[in-house]
C-alpha cells in the first residue's frame, strides 16, 4: 500500500478478448482495464482494506506498479477476508508467479466398472494415485477430520455441550426437590408403618 502496510487480495483475471464474467462497474469504465496496470476494485465488505481505492489510487503488486482504474460490484462477498482485484489475465499472469505444476487432479470415466481396477493398477505403476469417488470423499473427509483442527473442535465442542446439559439438568432436579420438599415430606409423615414410601 501507499503507506508502506501490507495487505492480502485476490486477483482475478478476466479473459482478455472477452472480458468474460466481468463485475457490474459503479465507477470508471471496463474499458479502462486494458490500460497499463489497471485494476478494477470490488466494492465489498472488505473494500476498507484497500484504504483510499479511489480511481486513480496506486499500489505496488510483487514489485509491480498497480492503478485503480475502476470501483465494482460483485453479487457476494469473497469468503477469506479479503478484498478482490480484477485485471486481464495476462496481466494477472505476469504479476503473480505461477507454479509449475497447476493441475491437482485428473478426472477420468471408465467405460465400465471392470475397468476400475486396471485403470488404478496402470495409474499406480506410473506413480499417481487413483481414487474412485466414494475413495476420494472418504480421503477428503478424513484429511478434514484428523489433519485439521475441525475434528478438534467438533469433539471439544461434543464435551462441553454434555457437561452444560448435564449441569442444567442437575440444576433442574435440585430445583424440582427444593420446591417439593415439604411435600415429600408430607407424603413420608402420611406412609403407614411398615410400608416404604416412593419419591
Given at each position: 500500500?501507499?503507506?508502506?502496510?501490507?495487505?492480502?487480495?485476490?486477483?482475478?483475471?478476466?479473459?482478455?478478448?472477452?472480458?468474460?464474467?466481468?463485475?457490474?462497474?459503479?465507477?470508471?469504465?471496463?474499458?479502462?482495464?486494458?490500460?497499463e496496470n489497471a485494476f478494477i476494485a470490488v466494492d465489498d465488505s472488505e473494500?476498507?482494506?484497500?484504504?483510499?481505492?479511489?480511481?486513480?489510487?496506486?499500489?505496488?503488486?510483487?514489485?509491480?506498479?498497480?492503478?485503480?482504474?475502476?470501483?465494482?460490484?460483485?453479487?457476494?462477498?469473497?469468503?477469506?477476508?479479503?478484498?478482490?482485484?480484477?485485471?486481464?489475465?495476462?496481466?494477472?499472469?505476469?504479476?503473480?508467479?505461477?507454479?509449475?505444476?497447476?493441475?491437482?487432479?485428473?478426472?477420468?470415466?471408465?467405460?465400465?466398472?471392470?475397468?476400475?481396477?486396471?485403470?488404478?493398477?496402470?495409474?499406480?505403476?506410473?506413480?499417481?494415485?487413483?481414487?474412485?469417488?466414494?475413495?476420494?470423499?472418504?480421503?477428503?473427509?478424513?484429511?478434514?477430520?484428523?489433519?485439521?483442527?475441525?475434528?478438534?473442535?467438533?469433539?471439544?465442542?461434543?464435551?462441553?455441550?454434555?457437561?452444560?446439559?448435564?449441569?442444567?439438568?442437575?440444576?433442574?432436579?435440585?430445583?424440582?426437590?427444593?420446591?417439593?420438599?415439604?411435600?415429600?415430606?408430607?407424603?413420608?409423615?402420611?406412609?403407614?408403618?411398615?410400608?416404604?414410601?416412593s419419591r
Open positions: 500500500m501507499p503507506d508502506g502496510t501490507y495487505q492480502a487480495a485476490n486477483v482475478i483475471g478476466l479473459d482478455d478478448s472477452s472480458l468474460f464474467g466481468r463485475p457490474e462497474i459503479s465507477a470508471g469504465k471496463i474499458e479502462d482495464i486494458f490500460a473494500f476498507y482494506k484497500l484504504k483510499d481505492a479511489r480511481i486513480g489510487a496506486e499500489f505496488e503488486l510483487n514489485d509491480h506498479r498497480g492503478v485503480i482504474v475502476g470501483v465494482a460490484h460483485v453479487a457476494s462477498s469473497g469468503l477469506f477476508g479479503v478484498p478482490t482485484l480484477y485485471t486481464t489475465y495476462y496481466r494477472a499472469l505476469q504479476y503473480i508467479p505461477n507454479t509449475r505444476y497447476t493441475i491437482s487432479y485428473v478426472l477420468v470415466e471408465p467405460k465400465s466398472a471392470a475397468d476400475v481396477a486396471n485403470i488404478q493398477r496402470l495409474v499406480k505403476e506410473a506413480g499417481y494415485l487413483a481414487l474412485t469417488k466414494d475413495e476420494f470423499i472418504d480421503q477428503i473427509s478424513r484429511f478434514y477430520k484428523y489433519q485439521t483442527g475441525i475434528g478438534t473442535n467438533m469433539l471439544i465442542m461434543t464435551l462441553i455441550s454434555f457437561v452444560i446439559g448435564l449441569s442444567i439438568s442437575g440444576q433442574t432436579f435440585y430445583t424440582f426437590i427444593l420446591e417439593n420438599i415439604e411435600k415429600f415430606g408430607a407424603l413420608k409423615r402420611s406412609a403407614p408403618k411398615g410400608a416404604s414410601s
